[in-house]
């Protein structure tokens, strides 16, 4: 199965990779129609992490173990049996945040408003190549 990898001697912070992972799941025609309904933004599935002159984009490794698919007691995060890409469904998560507490890499993102799972990785619905990696304009973030 491929996966998204970050190269963070190559990252430069931009935060390019949250944008198109952003507009690539708001469904809208173009970046400044999606930006300008800010009120309905999906929230990111990879984040830039950053520590001085150190940054890198973290998003879902899609484990082979998956520990949050073992956690899930409500069926939301399942493995897809075409892509193996980990899968999250809003619909059956209750919020109990189990998959966020057992995710080795900090990945998972909760919205506590909604009480719930905000964004996982989905490697963009098994697109050829995930927006973030394809935008990345310093090639930090590989598909493989």
């Excluded at 430069?12 to 309904?37: M, N, P, W």
């Excluded at 984040?47 to 879902?60: K, M, N, P, T």
């Excluded at 998560?93 to 990785?121: D, H, R």
């Amino acid at each position: 199965m491929k996966r998204i990898y970050a190269k963070e001697d190559y990252c430069i912070g931009c935060r390019l990779c949250e944008i198109y992972c952003i507009f690539q799941h708001s469904g809208c025609d173009t970046l400044v129609k999606a930006f300008s309904q800010k009120d309905c933004l999906p929230d990111p599935a990879v984040r830039v992490e950053e520590d001085g002159a150190i940054s890198f984009a973290l998003q879902c490794r899609h484990c082979d173990d998956a520990p949050c698919v073992a956690a899930c007691i409500s069926g939301a995060m399942t493995r897809d049996p075409e892509t193996g890409a980990i899968k999250h469904d809003p619909d059956k998560c209750i919020g109990c945040w189990s998959c966020v507490m057992v995710c080795p890499f900090g990945a998972i993102q909760i919205n506590l408003e909604k009480g719930k799972v905000s964004s996982k990785c989905d490697l963009c619905g098994g697109d050829v190549m995930p927006a973030c990696v394809a935008h990345c304009p310093n090639e930090a973030l590989v598909y493989e």
